[in-house]
């Protein structure tokens, strides 16, 4: 067995192991409110930080390149509460525009 497959059954078991210890807590533990408004923001915060990361990295590097103007496009047709198919179309236009105007 190589090292790959031993680290993702370790990561697997950690993972469950992690959950279940989620669910041995006690609810009062849960209900505070410090607790529960930052379990409230916390997959806000994950997702903008994996956004972050798929739009201006690549590898180890940070490039400016049409999935920032995507995101751009996005996000101000997302502040004027335009719909979902027309934000992720119009993200999808501007970033294909781009590069096909050469600014991969």
């Known amino acids: 067995m190589s090292m790959l497959w ?8 950690l993972s469950f192991g992690q959950k279940w ?24 915060a994950l997702l903008g930080a994996l956004v972050a990361t798929q739009t201006a990295a690549s590898g180890a590097e940070i490039v400016l390149d049409a999935r920032l103007a995507a995101l751009s496009v ?7 509460r335009a719909p ?19 600014w991969a």
Not at 6 to 13: E, G
Not at 28 to 44: S, W
């Open 6 to 13: 031993i680290a993702v059954i370790a990561a697997s078991v």
């Open 21 to 44: 210890l989620g669910y041995q807590v006690p609810p009062d533990v849960l209900d505070r409110p410090r607790i529960a408004r930052i379990t409230t923001l916390l997959p806000i």
């Open 74 to 80: 996005a996000a101000v047709l997302l502040l004027a």
């Open 84 to 102: 979902f198919l027309v934000v992720v179309i119009a993200a999808a236009v501007a970033a294909a525009g781009l590069r096909a105007l050469g």
